[in-house]
């Protein structure tokens, strides 16, 4: 018995290692097919980039364009103040002050052929020097601060002081002067060095912010 059944278990074992090279040379196939058609999609990827394209620009919002014209037209009704040698247009809400000896905070637009940008200018007036440092706002029960940033310009004549910034406002800044152009009492407090002046912000210079924050939006400005 035991002499017949060693030739069988010969045999099944020949047919096992037959069988695993079978298996294995199907699966190098199938491995080989597989890596061919990842080599074709990537190709594809790579051999179609008006696709890519399309999925990078897709429901992407183009900004607003606007002529000469338009702009001429949006910033009509504004004082212009011309600087021939920086090649630039100021423009200021006509009820804005035209010079710096006034209490003021205001906004207005500089223009360089078509390229149109907000300013902020704030200004003290008095009879001593703050030399501020800060201004401090209470916007309807809300504080907020602006700080200078730039250089303040000091000046003096006829018994007065002056002391005003001109400044590139952030982002933060034009959200301070909307919430004050939409209140109903905004104050503010410019901090110098040791002394302090509060003032109300009148509902002239709200209305004049409020001007030139619907002409920026107007011009599709992004804050």
Same mark, same amino acid.
């Given at each position: 018995?035991?002499?017949?059944?060693?030739?069988?278990?010969?045999?099944?074992?020949?047919?096992?290692?037959? $069988?695993?090279?079978? +298996?294995?040379?199907?699966?190098?196939?199938?491995?080989?097919?597989?890596?061919? /058609?990842?080599?074709?999609?990537?190709?594809?990827?790579?051999?179609? #980039?008006?696709?890519?394209?399309?999925?990078? %620009?897709?429901?992407?919002?183009?900004? &607003? %364009?606007?002529?000469?014209?338009?702009?001429?037209?949006?910033?009509?009704?504004?004082?212009?103040?011309?600087?021939?040698?920086?090649?630039? %247009?100021?423009?200021?809400? #006509?009820?804005?002050?035209?010079?710096?000896?006034?209490?003021?905070?205001?906004?207005? *637009?500089?223009?360089? $052929?078509?390229?149109?940008? #907000?300013?902020?200018?704030?200004?003290?007036?008095?009879?001593?020097? +703050?030399?501020?440092?800060?201004?401090?706002?209470?916007?309807?029960?809300?504080?907020?601060?602006? *700080?200078?940033?730039?250089?303040?310009?000091?000046? =003096?004549?006829?018994?007065?002081?002056?002391?005003?910034?001109?400044?590139? #406002?952030? =982002?933060?800044? +034009?959200?301070?002067?909307?919430?004050?152009? =939409?209140?109903?009492?905004?104050?503010?407090?410019?901090?110098?060095?040791?002394?302090?002046?509060?003032?109300?912000?009148? =509902? &002239?210079?709200?209305? /004049? @912010?409020?001007?030139?924050?619907? @002409?920026?939006?107007? +011009?599709?400005?992004?804050?």
């Amino acid at each position: 018995m035991k002499q017949e059944e060693l030739p069988s278990k010969k045999k099944m074992a020949l047919w096992k290692k037959v $069988g695993i090279g079978v +298996l294995v040379f199907i699966g190098i196939g199938q491995l080989g097919k597989s890596c061919d /058609s990842k080599n074709e999609s990537t190709s594809t990827v790579n051999e179609s #980039p008006a696709e890519q394209k399309s999925l990078d %620009t897709v429901k992407i919002a183009e900004p &607003k %364009t606007f002529s000469s014209a338009d702009i001429d037209k949006i910033l009509s009704g504004l004082r212009k103040d011309k600087d021939d040698f920086q090649e630039t %247009t100021f423009y200021k809400d #006509p009820n804005s002050p035209k010079t710096s000896i006034e209490n003021e905070i205001l906004l207005y *637009l500089g223009r360089s $052929g078509d390229y149109v940008y #907000p300013r902020l200018q704030i200004q003290y007036s008095g009879d001593d020097w +703050l030399f501020v440092s800060t201004y401090h706002f209470v916007i309807d029960g809300q504080k907020r601060t602006i *700080l200078p940033e730039e250089k303040i310009t000091r000046d =003096n004549g006829s018994g007065l002081v002056w002391e005003y910034v001109d400044k590139k #406002p952030s =982002n933060i800044d +034009l959200l301070i002067l909307k919430e004050i152009s =939409n209140s109903k009492v905004a104050k503010m407090r410019y901090e110098g060095k040791d002394r302090v002046f509060d003032r109300e912000i009148s =509902n &002239k210079e709200k209305k /004049s @912010i409020r001007r030139m924050m619907k @002409i920026l939006e107007d +011009l599709d400005f992004k804050m």
